[in-house]
């Protein structure tokens, strides 16, 4: 029987920039593809090309970082259907995983011990549309909810959306800035005025990296 196949972008060793593992030395695994064109997408590389990797040579690769935290990224990691198996695999070997994914896929086939980090796609990432709203009945208490936020517009979406289908009880919110959008103060101080139970955040990677591929 052939190998099992993911295409992959790039493999990396470097510290997690953001959500509940930021700061863990991380392997990422970024796999190619993504269905969606958010306007501040910062990983457009990600949508083409890649090398067809054996899932058994992936997980290899992983472990010769000796890194427990590992994250599944893209793209859309989920648009590959074997990243299923990468992600149960990963966890077999040990590993505390990670996925990011954009919300517009069904998440109800990831692996329980998977710490999904899904996003919910604000209206000003012009893929609002996409969101798949039954994804938030798979959430565990250890996911997170991840809404990238571009404008005053988007962060009262945001509000809304998080207060009506009560989501801070599920698990952890997170509202980030959009680099270049927004003053990330502002943000901040939205949330403290309106005193929400979420979690900013600013990436780390684009302060240590600026966002250069490979970190
Ligand atoms: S879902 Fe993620 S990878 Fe895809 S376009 Fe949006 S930000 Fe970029």
């Known amino acids: 029987m052939p190998a099992e196949r993911l295409r992959i972008t790039e493999i990396f060793h470097s ?25 501040w997408c910062d990983t457009e590389y990600s949508f083409y090309g890649g090398d067809w990797r054996a899932i058994d040579d992936i997980v290899a690769e992983v472990a010769s970082h000796g890194a427990k935290h590992v ?43 998977v710490r999904k980090v899904m996003d919910l796609k604000a209206p000003d990432s012009g893929e609002a549309k996409r969101n798949l709203w039954s994804n938030l009945e798979h959430l565990l208490p250890h996911d997170q909810v991840k809404i990238v936020i571009a404008s005053r517009a988007d962060y009262e979406w945001a509000r809304d959306v998080v ?4 989501i801070t009880e599920r698990c952890m919110v997170l509202f980030s800035p959009v680099h270049g959008a927004i003053e ?21 990677h684009k302060l240590l990296w600026n966002d250069a591929a490979g970190h």
């Open 15 to 39: 510290i997690q920039g953001e959500a509940d593992a930021i700061g863990w030395r991380t392997v990422f695994v970024r796999l190619t593809g993504c269905p969606l064109r958010c306007v």
């Open 71 to 113: 994250c599944v990224t893209g793209g859309e990691p989920l648009a590959q259907k074997r990243c299923l198996i990468l992600l149960t695999r990963l966890c077999d070997a040990g590993h505390d995983v990670s996925l990011e994914t954009s919300g517009a896929l069904d998440v109800a086939q990831v692996d329980p011990r």
């Open 163 to 166: 207060a009506e289908h009560r």
């Open 184 to 204: 990330p103060r502002e943000l901040a101080e939205w949330i403290i005025e309106d005193k929400l139970d979420v979690r900013f955040q600013l990436q780390l």
